[in-house]
């Protein structure tokens, strides 16, 4: 099985600021790293796809880079709406494995 | 617009029988990938089963030979049949439909709750 190691876990951050999360894959999935967001309640949504696509009707200030085993998500300015809890997920092969997840906090 | 409507949860007592239903809309559940996703309270994501349209199915080995994913075509409904229940099947089940080729979960239920306990 793929193991998806995310990092933070958790990260404290204010509107406005730049938040990075990584997400290490334990062997090579190309480019099939999806993030998703998940409000508390609510079911996970999609932001990005293969890696760096952005998922129709996302807001462009989400992105997602890296190949491999190496994969970061980027949130360029953080809203009030973006606090929240994101995991990467690998689509390379069955068992479909997800990371561990990074709560967004406010500070 | 694209709809799945879990239902079928509840509380059941160890080593019962559950069987959950995702109602489709908007879409055609044969003609796609089909998964069911749990969260443990407080937890995070882990995917449980999949169903190609092809017909094949996987199944994650925490539940294998316990539970099983099918469809009808003809209620274009989605299902979990989950027998032999123990106390850390307790989670919301998410069905979600996944987008070819990347294999990405892009419609999702709302869930729906398991709690297995005496």
């Known amino acids: 099985d793929i193991q998806m190691t995310q990092s933070p876990s958790s990260l404290s951050a204010s509107v406005g600021d730049r938040v990075t999360i990584t997400c290490r894959a334990s062997?090579?999935?190309?480019?099939?790293l999806n993030w998703y967001q998940q409000i508390p309640g609510r079911a996970p949504k999609v932001l990005i796809y293969a890696a760096s696509s952005l998922q129709s009707g996302v807001p462009s200030r989400f992105s997602g880079s890296g190949s491999g085993t190496d994969f970061t998500f980027t949130i360029s300015s953080l809203q009030p709406e973006d606090f929240a809890t994101y995991y990467c997920q690998q689509s390379y092969s069955s068992p479909l494995t997800f990371g561990g997840g990074t709560k967004v906090e406010i500070k | 617009e694209m709809q799945l409507v879990e239902s079928g949860g509840g509380l059941v007592q160890p080593g019962e029988s559950l069987r959950l239903s995702c109602v489709v809309s908007g879409f055609i559940v044969n003609n796609n990938y089909m998964n069911w996703v749990r969260q443990a309270p407080g937890k995070g994501l882990e995917w449980v089963s999949t169903i190609y349209s092809g017909g094949d199915t996987y199944h994650a080995d925490s539940v294998k030979g316990r539970f099983t994913i099918s469809r009808d075509s003809a209620k274009n409904t989605l299902y979990l049949q989950m027998n032999s229940l123990r106390a850390d099947d307790t989670a919301v089940y998410y069905c979600?439909?996944?987008?070819?080729?990347?294999?990405?979960?892009?419609?999702w239920g709302k869930g729906t709750t398991v709690t297995v306990s005496s």
């Open positions: 062997q090579s999935i190309s480019g099939y």
């Open positions: 979600a439909r996944d987008v070819n080729p990347y294999y990405y979960m892009d419609v």
